[in-house]
């Protein structure tokens, strides 16, 4: 399932006395944004490593087409560290043209110490979110685990003799990832049970490290104080520097850590019941954006083209004119007026996904469980669905609409290694 979770940097002034916004921007998390670009120019990984990391791929794909679908501009960290030597998020960031994207700050913040001393509340929000990280992994595995590889995968570990040849304390150790953040008191926030399955991760996928165990907890800590702080930090950029309409579509991780704070929250809490309106608003958009990109595509170099030529096109700009609107009166605190927009938009996204299906009758996925264990998956017209009448035999997996299905078979078409 994919989450479409929005968050609003809180200074960003959202609403300047009319109904509906000027502009507005959505923010992209940089470890969302380049993904894509190795994607789409076969940039920074090799075809094995996006492989492995398919899931990921995938859903940095559906994040960017869907911001890029429903904004006015996006918004992108300023710097991204490279990836293979390469630059391939700023390179997709050229392709998309200097107008339609807006750079914010910096990817890393060096001045730790100044920082905490300038907003007190930054090291609070940091060590919230850091204690939530074992539920987290619990919700998003797929997606932790791709993020550790590929942490890996860039060498950011690095192989220093100090890895390999002792244990050193965490204070002490080199790593080759430069914008990591190693925060010894604030890492002890995180929670053992997170870093120990990480560990395992780690060294089941790469079993020639020779890396001690107590150098790779380190080395995810301050790969997860990094990750939580990099989005608190570009928040702050955000409140610094823009003042109109600025959402943030977090990356999969964090987006994980926001729905166990929302399921934590108090029901009666105000940022708890503005935080579920602003995720109805995104959730009634275009679950499967991806159809309209692909359908008909043969190479992934045209794959911008056609996702800017889809903005001007068929229903998205009504879209984006209605989602704009209801989050400015989400804004003013008139949620049945942003409900009732969020009817509207759902009946555009209907019509949208209608234009861009291809004639099918199979709408569920079918787990059949045969003799000795075995099972298979299959996909069954509905006719046929209901006439069975032996449904013990079988058991409903996850429902699949055709939607799901034929979305991925187009990416399958167009990227051979998220088969």
């Known amino acids: 399932m994919l989450w479409h979770f929005v968050s609003v940097p809180r200074t960003t002034s959202f ?34 490593q996006r492989r492995e990391c398919k899931a990921t791929y995938r859903e ?32 997709l960031a050229n392709l998309l043209g200097q107008s339609f994207v807006l750079p914010v700050g910096g990817y890393c913040p060096h001045n730790w110490d100044e920082l905490l001393m300038k907003v007190p509340a930054f090291e609070e929000r940091v060590a919230n979110w850091l204690k939530l990280l074992d539920d987290a992994l619990s919700i998003g595995r797929r997606f932790w685990e791709d993020l550790v ?48 399955q990480l560990r395992k991760r780690i060294k089941a996928k ?23 702080v990099n989005y608190w930090r570009m928040n702050l950029d955000i409140e610094a520097a823009y003042e109109g309409g600025f959402l943030r579509l977090p990356h999969m991780t964090r ?8 399921r934590r929250s108090e029901p009666s809490d105000q940022k708890n019941v503005q935080d579920q309106k602003r995720d109805q608003v995104i959730r009634a958009v275009l679950p499967y954006p991806l159809r309209h ?3 008909g595509l043969k190479r992934r170099e045209d794959l911008i083209q056609r996702l800017m030529e889809l903005r001007d096109l068929g229903p998205f700009p009504k879209l984006r004119d209605k989602v704009k609107k209801a989050f ?13 927009l969020c009817k509207e938009i759902e009946t555009l996204s209907n019509s949208a996904e209608d234009s861009a299906a291809e004639p099918a009758s199979v709408i569920f996925g079918i787990r059949w ?20 009448t032996s449904p013990h035999r079988y058991c409903l997996r996850e429902l699949t609409s055709v939607s799901e299905g034929s979305e991925q078979r187009d990416l399958n078409r167009v990227f051979e290694e998220l088969v």
């Open 369 to 388: 469980e045969g003799g000795g264990g075995l099972t298979a998956d299959v996909q069954v017209p509905i006719d046929l669905l209901k006439k069975w």
């Open 149 to 196: 590889i590929r942490e890996v995968r860039a060498d950011y570990l690095g192989k220093h003799e100090l890895h390999t040849s002792r244990q050193v304390e965490p204070s002490g150790l080199k790593l080759k990832a430069p914008h990591y953040v190693g925060h010894l008191s604030i890492q002890k926030a995180i929670p053992n049970s997170f870093v120990i």
């Open 255 to 262: 987006s994980a850590i926001q729905f166990v704070e929302l």
């Open 293 to 295: 990109l692909l359908r």
């Open 60 to 91: 940095c794909l559906r994040y960017v087409s869907l911001a890029v679908l429903l904004s006015d501009r996006i918004g992108i960290p300023k710097e991204m560290p490279l990836v293979g030597g390469d630059q391939p998020g700023q390179s």
């Open 15 to 48: 609403y300047s006395g009319r109904r509906s916004l000027k502009e507005l921007i959505i923010g992209l998390d940089g470890v969302t944004f380049q993904p894509v670009g190795e994607l789409l120019l076969e940039s920074g990984t090799t075809f094995e």
């Open 206 to 228: 790469f079993g020639r490290l020779n890396v001690p165990d107590g150098n790779i907890d380190e080395f995810i800590s301050r790969m997860a104080v990094t990750h939580v």
């Open 328 to 340: 400015g009166e989400l804004q003013q605190g008139k949620h049945n007026s942003a409900t009732k």
